[in-house]
């Protein structure tokens, strides 16, 4: 019986032991935390967002991947055709 109570004594002993190593280690390894100023946000006048230009994009230029190409236009004329008259 006395080799159980004094291994119920060394057991935590030994694993808080193995423990506070442990964490001196991580400690010592961890790399510092950089503190971070926070970002102050300024909203714009009403005179300075009505000066701010907007960007437009110039799309009347022509479609590199069609070049070449000739589109076949599936429109249907209004009026009909006469079909040409039969020789004798």
């Given amino acids: 019986m006395k080799n159980k109570k004094t291994l ?3 057991v935590p002993l030994v694993v808080g032991l ?3 190593i442990g ?3 991580w400690d010592a390894v961890k790399p510092e935390e950089e503190e971070i100023d926070p970002i102050s ?3 714009l006048a009403a ?3 009505d000066s ?3 960007y437009v994009p110039d799309l ?3 479609d590199p991947f069609l070049k070449g190409v000739r589109f076949v236009s599936n429109r249907r004329s209004a009026a ?3 079909a040409p008259a039969p020789q004798p």
Avoid: D, E, N, T
Wanted: aromatic fraction near 16%; hydrophobic fraction near 55%; charged fraction near 5%.
């Fill in 52 to 54: 701010v230009a907007l």
């Fill in 80 to 82: 009909p055709i006469a």
């Fill in 41 to 43: 946000i300024v909203p």
């Fill in 18 to 20: 193995w423990g506070l």
């Fill in 47 to 49: 005179s300075q967002a």
């Fill in 60 to 62: 009347q230029y022509p």
């Fill in 8 to 10: 119920y004594l060394l």
């Fill in 23 to 25: 964490y001196r280690v």
